[in-house]
């Protein structure tokens, strides 16, 4: 038994369900527990199937892999082991309630359309049983349903979401974790993180470690670094993929290793007039992940389904399966989107401009339906959510509810030099490309001669032209308003 253990052998017990909330500070779940003076009974069931169709991704079941490691041990220093399991998660959370005699379940709330459904059969299943089952807001600062038009119904455009939502904002206080917690013995002891098979067996994920360090207390250093370091100016800097310009908290806060009040709490402790307008500037993406949030929760098709009736008839091309993988080879030939998603396969982690520059292409440029970009971010993004990511690639494809018009096609080229204007972005993702001149970097096809011959075997031709697929796209967006 771990010294800094409380006993718990008297108190009543309460599991304590881990899901994507892997910490242990502002964990309204665990407060409530403790609050109520039960002994803790450390929960994490691996049930992937659950998630339907939008079943954790690879990516993700590595990070989740560490983050698992990194709970159990913050656990473990007081007092309290971290039970895994595979299977079922009522039928498990009933074996362990049975076998240890539990009192109460706590859990912190998720938005996913499949998961919500499912926690809804489990806490009436829980409730019926006998037992106190009890869910929270571990996620967000405005839960969906809370937020209404004044007709009473959901919001469908950012702008004035966010005027209501941030208007009612009140931020919970933050809540630290007591260093000693009442755990149990007793009842199931399931299995070791390692053998839930979240961590790849081969080892493509090896880079993306040099970038993160996933678990609570590497969601607090990033948060520091960013406070100390890329806020100044977030409000400019927050475009350029050749600087490090954003916080990098995306998957802390998919994997609730931090609570969103508790960035804020932390950016306005800091706040000065010269940072307010970064300040702000951040506070509002965080409003964007409320929003994707909001709309998950109030739209559940729109995971699968275009938000916008009006596309029905696209005339979408279909890839075929050696243009997806070139694609995700990031062998596309376009520069900046090639950069991107080598990004994403090193890291886990593309640059939001860049995920905007590379969502064009594909659903305009290419013409292919947002799902399939869609599904390869699914599988290689650290930080893939559901809404985020549903309200992203719809956006980008003029398909989302408050989109970027079909249109408005990016055209890659004037993109990386506006944003990346050195190249450095591009050199450093496609090496290929570092030894070009600058023009030539941006669009290599246009490198005549010896310039051109330094590109390596990075393709010709990109897959298709700029001009040409903007053409297209244009004609198609005419046809079906036709
Ligand atoms: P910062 O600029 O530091 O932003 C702070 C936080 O605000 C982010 O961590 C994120 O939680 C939230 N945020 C920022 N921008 C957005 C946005 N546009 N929409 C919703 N929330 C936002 N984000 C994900 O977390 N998961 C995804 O699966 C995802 N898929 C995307 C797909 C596409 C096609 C696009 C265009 C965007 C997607 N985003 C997704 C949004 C955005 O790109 C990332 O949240 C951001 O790049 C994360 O980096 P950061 O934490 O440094 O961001």
Known sequence: ??????????????????????????????????????????????????????????????????????????????????????GPSLATLQAIVAARGAHAVFWNRRYEPAIEKRDTGIKQALKRDGLRAESFNGALMAEPWTVETREGGPYRVFTPYWRTAFAQWRRPPTW??????????????????????????????????????????????????????????????????????????????????????????????????????????YVRELGWREFAHHLLHHFPKSVDEDFSPKFAGFQWADPSSRELDRVRAGRTGVPIVDAGLRELWHTGWMHNRVRMIVGSYLTKHLRWHWRHGAEWFWDTLVDADLANNTLGWQWVAGTGADAAPYFRVFNPVTQAKRFDPDGRYIARWVPELSRLPLPARFAPWEAKGRSGAHAGDYPAQPMVGIAEGRQAALDAYAALKG
């Open 1 to 86: 038994m771990s010294a800094a253990r409380a006993s718990g052998d008297d108190a009543p017990v309460a599991i304590l369900w881990f899901r994507n909330d892997l910490r242990l500070d502002d964990n309204p779940a665990l407060e409530a527990a403790v609050e109520g003076g039960y002994a803790i009974l450390p929960v994490y069931i691996h049930a992937p199937g659950e998630g339907g169709r939008w079943h954790p991704g690879a990516a993700s079941d590595a990070w989740r892999a560490r983050s698992l490691q990194a709970l159990a041990r913050s656990l473990q220093a007081r007092g309290a082991v971290l039970r895994c399991f595979k």
């Open 176 to 281: 630290t974790a007591p260093e000693a917690l009442k755990g149990t013995d007793g009842g199931p002891r399931g299995v070791a993180v390692e053998s839930l098979g979240l961590a790849p067996s081969l080892d493509w994920d090896a880079g993306f470690w040099d970038a993160w360090t996933p678990g609570e207390a590497g969601a607090r250093e990033a948060l520091q670094v960013f406070a100390d370091g890329a806020l100044r100016g977030y409000g400019d800097g927050r475009d350029r993929p050749d600087q490090v310009g954003t916080s990098r908290l995306s998957p802390h806060l998919h994997f609730g290793e931090i609570a969103p009040w508790r960035i804020v709490e932390t950016l306005e402790t800091g706040r000065t007039a010269a940072l307010g307008g970064d300040i702000d500037a």
